[in-house]
């Protein structure tokens, strides 16, 4: 089982931007995917952002393209969010996920490992 661990949180003014970390251990980072995602209060955890580990290949939710940049470092295993142009509905806690699979799924049902998320407030 992979071990997630996320980092980066805090509160930010809308606008601003900031940067999420997610360091993997625990596994082979190869034929995997990677993702963000959030949860807000009182509502259910969403899909953010994928990345697949060997392909580079990304996916985002229409929330948040052209606004969030998903990357990776292959040297660290780490996964990156890259979060501009903030806005108060972004609040949410931020979870990082992976599964052994190739394909970027967006369901939570298509990850079976999961961070214990970083909580991002964006003030008005």
């Known amino acids: 089982q992979v071990q997630l661990v996320e980092s980066g949180g805090g509160l930010v003014q809308a606008g601003d931007s900031l940067e999420l970390s997610c360091a993997a251990s625990?596994?082979?980072?190869?034929?995997?995917?990677m993702g963000w995602f959030r949860q807000a209060p009182g509502k259910e955890r969403e899909f953010v952002a994928g990345?697949?580990?060997?392909?580079?290949?990304?996916v985002y939710a229409d929330s948040v393209k052209d606004r969030f940049i998903i990357s990776k470092k292959d040297a660290t295993n780490s996964l990156y969010l890259q979060m501009s142009s903030l806005k108060p509905e972004d609040t949410a806690v931020y979870y990082c996920?992976?599964?052994?699979?190739?394909?970027?799924?967006?369901?939570?049902?298509?990850?079976?490992?999961w961070g214990q998320g970083t909580l991002v407030t964006v003030s008005s």
């Open positions: 625990g596994w082979a980072v190869y034929n995997i995917v």
């Open positions: 996920a992976a599964d052994r699979r190739t394909n970027v799924g967006q369901s939570e049902l298509d990850y079976a490992s």
């Open positions: 990345i697949g580990w060997n392909d580079g290949r990304t």
